[in-house]
């Protein structure tokens, strides 16, 4: 079973960048679909980017040409790197591990990690 550290949210102003990352143990990040996935207060979690086990990415509209998924297999990493960023990209960012097709749907990803929180400011 996979263990999952999310680090690198913060405050920052519009237009700005952040990139999160998702650190992994306990099992091969290549073995998964990983997906990053955003919840903000009194908001449904919605998916942000997955990428699966061959490195095809897949992108919320909201964030196309923005965000970024990539994942380094030798440090067992995922990351999201973040520019451009909008007040409406505050959420608490988590990283989430599944065997499933890697769409962006929340229930699909079996293990997660404890999120990072990100704030835009306008």
């Known amino acids: 079973q996979v263990q999952l550290v999310e680090s690198g949210g913060g405050s920052v102003q519009a237009g700005g960048s952040l990139r999160l990352s998702c650190a992994a143990s306990g099992d091969t990040i290549s073995s998964y679909c990983m997906g990053w996935f955003r919840q903000a207060p009194g908001k449904e979690r919605e998916g942000v980017a997955t990428?699966?086990?061959?490195?095809?990415?897949k992108y919320a509209d909201s964030v196309k040409g923005r965000f970024t998924i990539s994942e380094d297999n030798a440090k067992n990493t995922l990351y999201l790197q973040m520019n451009s960023l909008k007040p409406e990209d505050t959420a608490m960012y988590y990283c989430?591990?599944?065997?499933?097709?890697?769409?962006?749907?929340?229930?699909?990803?079996?293990?997660w990690g404890q999120g990072t929180q990100v704030t835009v400011s306008s």
């Open positions: 989430a591990a599944g065997w499933g097709l890697c769409f962006l749907r929340h229930y699909e990803y079996n293990y």
């Open positions: 990428i699966d086990s061959d490195g095809t990415p």
